[in-house]
């Protein structure tokens, strides 16, 4: 059974630094390209950032280029979200989900999230 | 970046009803559409896929269509799990989007 599980939520200063894992089990890593999608309080989705199987193809929403670094670790079986230069409008959960292995691409499996709180 | 635009934002319905949730992508997406259900505080999971594939696991009454630009989720007999928030999202460009939300309610 696919299972997806994020860790490293919590509360930040604006500014600040966090990093967000996904421990996935259940599936081979290496052969899914893994997205990080979040939801602000009482918002909709956003698409944040998404990386390639193998990790050396990596994409980013506008809103979160040049501060966000999404990466993953085969050894380990875990996707990362490192995120810089944070702000209150990044407050939210953050869900970590499998991208399915078809011609149309889609996320089949997801993580139960973890919060992301930026405030002073 | 393509912008996905769905309606109505909310509709109250009662079970047993037909529901219908139109998507429009700001750009052709070909049949890139998929369809997602979020019940409350639980994270989003897959219905539809390529606009008109149901996902392994998910009720029969859950279809989708369309191409291009348009499309259209249905439920043809609304059950009390059912009452969600709805969201499309096209994955044709790499930057993937989500639309909106359409949230269904109880009437």
């Known amino acids: 059974e696919e299972q997806l599980l994020e860790s490293g939520g919590g509360l930040v200063q604006p500014g600040g630094s966090l990093r967000l894992s996904c421990a996935v089990s259940?599936?081979?890593?290496?052969?899914?390209?893994m997205s990080w999608v979040r939801q602000a309080p009482g918002k909709g989705l956003e698409w944040v950032s998404g990386?390639?199987?193998?990790?050396?193809?990596?994409y980013y929403a506008d809103s979160v280029k040049g501060r966000f670094t999404i990466s993953r670790d085969a050894s380990k079986s875990t996707l990362y979200l490192q995120m810089n230069s944070l702000r209150a409008e990044d407050t939210a959960v953050y869900y970590c989900?499998?991208?399915?292995?078809?011609?149309?691409?889609?996320?089949?499996?997801w993580g139960q999230g973890t919060l992301v709180s930026i405030s002073s | 970046d393509i912008q996905m635009t769905q309606s109505p934002s909310s509709l109250s319905a009662s079970v047993g009803d037909r529901v219908t949730i139109t998507c429009r992508a700001s750009?052709?997406?070909?049949?890139?559409l998929n369809w997602y259900r979020q019940k409350p505080g639980t994270a989003p999971e897959l219905l539809i896929y390529?606009?008109?594939s149901l996902q392994s696991g998910v009720p029969s009454r859950f279809s989708g269509s369309g191409s291009g630009t348009d499309f259209t989720l249905t439920i043809s007999s609304l059950q009390p799990e059912d009452f969600a928030t709805y969201y499309c999202?096209?994955?044709?460009?790499?930057?993937?989007?989500f639309g909106q939300g359409t949230k269904v309610e109880i009437k």
């Open positions: 259940g599936f081979t890593f290496t052969t899914y390209a």
């Open positions: 390529a606009a008109s």
């Open positions: 999202q096209q994955s044709y460009s790499t930057l993937y989007t």
């Open positions: 750009q052709t997406i070909s049949i890139y």
């Open positions: 989900a499998k991208e399915a292995y078809t011609n149309y691409p889609n996320f089949d499996y």
């Open positions: 990386i390639s199987p193998s990790g050396d193809t990596t």
